[in-house]
């Protein structure tokens, strides 16, 4: 007997969070673009997955010689470990459509990038990537990592819930929604300020309907009763009530620790990345991003229309890949003015303390390791690096001109990472440039993938500033970057110095040693 549809808490999805592993996860897939979907081709793409640890079973985190691996190399697993950790990890899981185990785990990681019209994929006919898709992939690349909030932005203005991917009764577009929410209580408080908080964004995750001016009216009802700090339990309350069941059965079903942790972070996470939402007041409240406002003006007279109701997960898919040209082509607003991106940098610079930054940057070493900051926690790893390190950097050194090449929003947080062709941050003193690189990768990758670039923003720097060098900044400095970086001092004259993140968090003095090697002279008088 089919299931009956039911109203249900948004949760978009937390097999794949991080939109860097949307990216590899595709690019593994690319190679069977237009290849006929077989049991056989899956077997083939789980291997890969797992052989470059985009999926870890969790025999591979028990058996310690795995989990060191894991832990402490980016390099993939040899075919015998991987083959090893499959045959070790049956998959106990079934989806439609799908036989049981491995096949139906492989729907699992990718239905939701069907669901966001980037590829379309059944059993027995060809895999079919979109062009956002294809975008997607292409945004590994720095040069193209622009595309990756292009693609994002595409897809949830269109996002609904109601879809032939999904069971459920709630009818509304979640990105909508939020923003008609919140343009509702600004127009309705008359207060051009006015933002919704993190906990009322449960009452979007459990709303029926695409009602944005009776959401708004029952969050401006809740703040007359309680402020902005209404119980969790009294919110929990309406939200079962929203999901029609009954009170007794709803920890059972809907954890209201679930709801108000997971699911809102995961929310909020995924919303940010079309970069037209803000973090405001430490985390809790979500706001126009004010840098985006004639996009989101563009997307609430376009895509506020009520839902679609869709015959098949085709006719929802080519809706879904479908490209808006006139959305992506709108530029987002730049902060021209540098006084005021001086003065939100500052702003984040005296928000932390230098203790908190070190143990913030240790915690991206550790995969094992999360952040519990309420803004920290909605910023990618990547990005985040590159943002701890820059007001880090400024945090030790005052006088230390430090310009980070991040993309920002009205708050002067990083949305995406410092696009290609720039170095990460930019730092001067009287003595000359100091191009600082950060990457995540421990493995050969750090040597392949960073290397080139970084070395090319140097040469580019040097023409400009003789006097420049390079500091490239890592969790654990591979043999092949060491041994390149001695290559470029000794061939070409061009300093690359690799420090650490755990030498770097540790002292600031030990840049005294990067600006020795320059054979020049540093600000240092920094001790912990």
């Not at 590829?119 to 956002?132: D, L, V």
């Amino acid at each position: 007997m089919p299931r009956k549809d039911e109203y249900k808490p948004l949760l978009l999805t937390t097999t794949v969070r991080s939109p860097e592993r949307y990216k590899l996860l595709l690019n593994i897939l690319l190679k069977y673009n237009g290849v006929v979907l077989t049991n056989e081709i899956i077997d083939k793409v789980i291997f890969d997955m797992v052989a470059n640890k985009l999926y870890m079973p969790i025999y591979a985190l028990r058996e310690q010689k795995l989990k060191i691996q894991l832990l402490n190399e980016d390099e993939p697993f040899s075919d015998v470990e991987t083959k090893e950790i499959i045959d070790n990890s049956p998959q106990k899981h079934k989806e439609a459509g799908f036989d049981y185990g491995w096949a139906s785990r492989f729907d699992t990681f990718f239905k939701f990038a069907m669901e966001l019209g980037f590829i379309y994929y059944e059993m027995h006919k060809p895999i079919e990537f979109s062009e956002t898709g294809l975008k997607l992939v292409k945004s590994i690349e720095p040069a193209f990592a622009h595309l990756e909030k292009q693609v994002f932005l595409n897809a949830f203005v269109k996002y609904q819930r109601v879809n032939p991917f999904r069971r459920i009764k709630n009818t509304n577009k979640p990105l909508i929604l939020l923003l008609q929410t919140i343009s509702e209580i600004k127009r309705i408080t008359k207060d051009a300020n006015a933002f919704i908080s993190r906990l009322e964004i449960a009452l979007i995750l459990c709303w029926r309907n695409d009602s944005a001016l009776s959401l708004a009216n029952k969050i401006i009802e809740i703040r007359n009763k309680f402020g902005f700090v209404p119980s969790e339990d009294y919110l929990y309350e309406i939200c079962v009530e929203l999901l029609d069941i009954d009170m007794a059965k709803a920890e059972t079903r809907f954890k209201k620790n679930n709801i108000f942790k997971e699911m809102i972070d995961e929310f909020i996470r995924k919303m940010r990345l079309t970069s037209l939402i803000s973090i405001r007041g430490g985390g809790r409240f979500v706001d126009f991003n004010m840098l985006e406002i004639e996009k989101i003006k563009y997307v609430l007279s376009k895509y506020s229309s009520s839902w679609i109701k869709f015959k098949s997960p085709r006719n929802y898919f080519d809706y879904m890949k479908a490209t808006d040209t006139n959305l992506i082509s709108l530029e987002s607003k730049e902060i021209i003015n540098e006084n005021e991106k001086d003065r939100l940098f500052i702003k984040w610079v005296n928000e932390f303390a230098l203790d908190a930054l070190k143990q913030e940057l240790l915690i991206l070493c550790n995969k094992n390791a999360h952040t519990k900051n309420n803004i920290l926690k909605y910023i990618s790893e990547p990005t985040r690096l590159e943002f701890l390190t820059a007001i880090a950097l400024k945090k030790a050194f005052p006088d230390l001109n430090v310009s980070p090449n991040y993309i920002i929003d009205d708050e002067g947080l990083p949305t995406t990472f410092a696009p290609g062709g720039n170095a990460d941050i930019v730092c001067k003193d009287e003595f000359g440039n100091i191009l600082f690189e950060v990457t995540l990768l421990v493995g050969s990758q750090q040597n392949i993938r960073e290397m080139p670039s970084i070395q090319r923003h140097l040469e580019d720097s040097v023409l400009i500033c003789p006097n420049s060098f390079s500091v490239f900044l890592c969790p654990r400095a591979h043999s092949d970057t060491l041994s390149y970086s001695k290559w470029l001092k000794d061939c070409k004259n061009l300093v690359i110095s690799v420090l650490e993140i755990a030498e770097f968090a540790k002292t600031f003095g030990a840049l005294e040693n990067a600006r020795e090697y320059a054979n020049t002279q540093f600000l240092i008088n920094f001790s912990v």
